[in-house]
């Protein structure tokens, strides 16, 4: 559906998204902040940037975007609104540049209930300062002109720290799906539509 659409990398950090996308569309545009951080697309050396050669356009604002009204078809954020410092009016940016029925992915975003979430917290670790529910995403997505077409949980094992393992990923998958320990997931996934 989304091929030759135009779509944004929104916090494109490292670009595996971007070269992902690029696969699909040659209409792919990578934007980031540079905050100074490691997940920055500006940060130290970027090789899969580099090597495809992704141009990233650094954003100079906390939250608007140099793009006109109804620009894009789809607008992808993976790991991006838990470190904004507005997401409200960060989504409602978000929704001014896309397209009327276009569509916002939201992945990885961090879980309020989930076990990894807190047990960081409980060790000191902050990196996600600000962890979601499913009604506060729910009413900040809706209130900036979304409709949820599905959100469902993601990630039950902390699979940042393990090689990848494709029987590992399906039964993470199958329990975050089917059981009720999707409930101590890690991260929401969103699929949103522009109302």
């Given at each position: 559906?989304?091929?030759?659409k135009?779509?944004?990398d929104?916090?494109a ?6 070269y992902?996308l ?5 209409k792919v ?8 951080e490691?997940?920055?697309s500006f940060y ?5 940037l ?20 109804n ?14 410092k507005?997401?409200?009016n ?6 001014r ?11 990885f975003l ?9 047990l960081?917290?409980l ?5 996600h300062?600000?962890?979601y529910?499913?009604?506060t995403i729910s ?6 002109g ?12 902390p699979?940042?720290?393990?090689p990848?393992?494709?029987?590992i990923?399906?039964?993470d ?23």
């Amino acid at each position: 559906y989304f091929k030759n659409k135009k779509i944004l990398d929104w916090g494109a950090g490292k670009g595996q998204i971007s070269y992902l996308l690029k696969r699909i569309s040659d209409k792919v545009i990578s934007c980031d902040i540079d905050s100074g951080e490691s997940d920055s697309s500006f940060y130290k050396n970027r090789p899969i940037l580099k090597d495809h050669k992704i141009h990233v356009k650094k954003l100079n604002h906390d939250f608007k975007l140099p793009y006109k009204n109804n620009s894009f078809d789809l607008v992808t954020s993976f790991g991006v609104l838990e470190h904004v410092k507005d997401d409200k009016n960060s989504l409602k940016e978000l929704s001014r540049i896309i397209k009327k029925n276009g569509c916002l992915y939201i992945s990885f975003l961090p879980y309020k209930f989930s076990w990894t979430q807190n047990l960081s917290h409980l060790f000191g670790n902050y990196y996600h300062d600000r962890l979601y529910s499913i009604l506060t995403i729910s009413e900040l997505v809706k209130t900036a002109g979304f409709e949820i077409i599905f959100l469902q949980h993601g990630q039950l094992f902390p699979k940042n720290s393990l090689p990848y393992n494709k029987n590992i990923e399906k039964i993470d998958r199958f329990l975050t799906e089917k059981t009720p320990l999707r409930f101590f997931a890690t991260n929401l996934e969103l699929f949103l539509k522009k109302a």
